[in-house]
């Protein structure tokens, strides 16, 4: 399956196993299993959509946004658990305001779940972990 590194943006090819003891980036060398959500911009966005094979779990979000500050903690915490399941990242709508627009940001926190390039779910509003965990699992392959 294709995996996205999440230091260095390199699509790799990884078996898909139940689970992982090690996997590292083909080009950077550095882990796989890296779960901390990934910043998602305008360049890069594109080619990690397209180019996951596991769902890619998108937080809208702006540092102004209250609920956006109280649902990060949480939003990391849930994807530790999917390490190569599902990637989970970030977008900035204030720095990345035409990401924004093109997906039609109407309120922050925005979650919108890709799978296959495509967008497959959307939920506004901020989560808990449970929720975010149960909403990636419905999805992870």
Known sequence: MKIVCPHCF????????????KANC?????????????ELTNSNFDEVIVNSDIPVIV????????????????????????????????VNTENEQNLGARF??????????????????????ALDVNSLIALASKHKN
């Open 26 to 38: 083909g080009k950077c060398k550095q882990s796989l299993l890296d779960t901390k959500p990934v």
């Open 10 to 21: 390199t699509v790799n090819n990884v078996p898909q196993k139940e689970s992982y003891k």
């Open 59 to 90: 937080d809208f979000w702006a540092p102004w946004c209250g609920p956006c500050k109280m649902m990060a903690p949480n939003f990391e915490r849930a994807a530790a658990e999917f390490p190569l399941k599902a990637l989970f990242a970030k």
């Open 104 to 125: 039609g940001i109407r309120s922050i926190p925005t979650i919108i779940v890709f799978k296959n390039g495509r967008e497959v779910e959307r939920v506004s509003g």
